[in-house]
């Protein structure tokens, strides 16, 4: 909403937008209504949903119930679950090494000696490979393969969430081509596939289960054995679709902005550089999340990007189900209320040089002024945020990968 810095620069931190619409932007405001309060989703984040009656993790709007679906999914973001993927993690990401290796001196051996690579496209791919590798346990290959059909399928999915919320009604049109039809077909074929093979594993166990969690999807279909009327199958195709689609886009894109922010930042990109290698000195060199952990530098330059140009910027839907105090006004019930952190993250009066790449910030006080971690919500915040558990750990270590 390009819309949404002017207003808030002329009329202040809630402005009013429809009869029963505001929007809000002030650290306070956006705490309550996130954070402390915890404030319902709005109904537009059911628009989304295949089933309106089926709803996933993200587009769940009771905290109760959202609680209750989290809880058995979320062994698949503990550490150790996390070490189990590393080698499938490091393999994608050695793929694209070679990859870009080889176009590299392709293009330099060609008449004008320069080498071009689509980042952003190359980004976008080893997300989608790391995605499936975690998710299914096997990786799509569209480093090294480029399969514009696959490819098209995630963008056109992703497309389609955006058109639900806009025009929900396009769905039901019978004529339109859908992506969602042809994903779960997708899905459904690899769901069928692992249910065979836990079948002839039980029948060489004479009927014992095994409890080891190959990937998400292994602990999806556990989670649905151990309660079938709870975790239905129609709530196990929804969370998949889920995690496909979120799962890959918010890591490739904020990849792609942090390295934008580096490159025109040169002496930043140096800095960076210089730590990597001082932790990671060769190219042979395994990189785990455990190493990861020693690179404060890296870590600073991705926080400074989610700061600067975060995934959420249209505004997170909050419903009011009672009258409250906002920024000293009172907001009745049945009021939608946008908070949007992305204007808080840039906000003057608690980010110095608001809108300048500066990762120091993240290690000490940037002109005497420390991080206000309050501020900083770049996928959104309170017990849903995705960097909290049940996802913080997967998406934080695909990008430092």
């Known amino acids: 909403m390009n819309i949404a810095p002017k207003l808030f620069k002329k009329y202040g931190d809630v402005v009013r937008i429809g009869p029963n619409e505001i929007m809000v932007s002030s650290k306070s405001a956006i705490q309550k209504i996130v954070v402390d309060d915890d404030f319902r989703k709005s109904p537009l984040y059911t628009l989304t949903q295949e089933d309106p009656h089926v709803s996933n993790l993200f587009t769940e709007t009771n905290t109760r119930v959202y609680k209750q679906k989290r809880r058995p999914l979320s062994a698949g973001f503990s550490i150790s679950f996390l070490n ?14 070679e990859v870009l290796e080889s176009r590299c001196i392709t293009d330099i051996a060609s008449e004008d000696g320069r080498a071009v690579v689509d980042m952003s496209s190359m980004l976008g791919n080893l997300t989608m490979d ?39 009604f396009v769905k039901y049109i019978p004529f339109i ?29 004479e009927g014992e289960k095994s409890k080891e969690k190959k990937d998400l999807l292994q602990i999806f279909l556990d989670a649905n054995e151990s309660d079938p009327k709870g975790f239905t199958d129609k709530h196990l195709m ?134 206000d971690k309050k501020a900083f919500l770049p996928f959104s915040g309170g017990i849903r945020t995705p960097r909290n558990p049940p996802h913080s750990r997967d998406g934080d270590s695909k990008i430092r990968s």
């Open 177 to 205: 081509p859908s992506p969602v039809k042809e994903m779960d077909r997708m899905i459904d074929g690899i769901i069928k596939t692992r249910r065979e093979e836990m079948r002839k594993d039980r029948k060489v166990e």
């Open 238 to 371: 929804e969370e998949m679709r889920l995690f496909m689609i979120a799962g890959s886009d918010t890591t490739g894109t904020t990849c792609t902005f942090t390295l934008l922010l580096l490159l025109n930042n040169p002496s930043k990109l140096q800095l960076l550089t210089q730590e990597i290698l001082s932790v990671i000195p060769s190219k042979n060199d395994t990189i785990t999340f455990a190493n990861t952990q020693e690179l404060p530098y890296l870590n600073a330059a991705i926080n400074e990007s989610m700061r600067l140009m975060p995934m959420v910027v249209s505004g997170l839907p909050r419903y009011t189900s009672e009258t409250n105090w906002i920024d000293g006004f009172e907001i009745p019930a049945n009021v939608t209320t946008y908070a949007f952190p992305n204007i808080l993250q840039i906000d003057p009066r608690i980010w110095p040089d608001a809108n300048s790449y500066i990762p120091e910030r993240w290690l000490a006080n940037y002109k005497d002024v420390p991080v």
């Open 130 to 168: 790391v995605m499936s590798a975690t998710l299914f346990g096997g990786s799509f290959g569209l480093v090294i393969n480029e399969d514009p059909h696959m490819k098209n399928l995630f963008l056109d999915r992703l497309r389609r969430v955006y058109i639900d919320v806009v025009l929900p």
């Open 84 to 97: 189990a993927m590393e080698p499938l993690m490091q393999s994608c990401v050695d793929f694209m090494v």
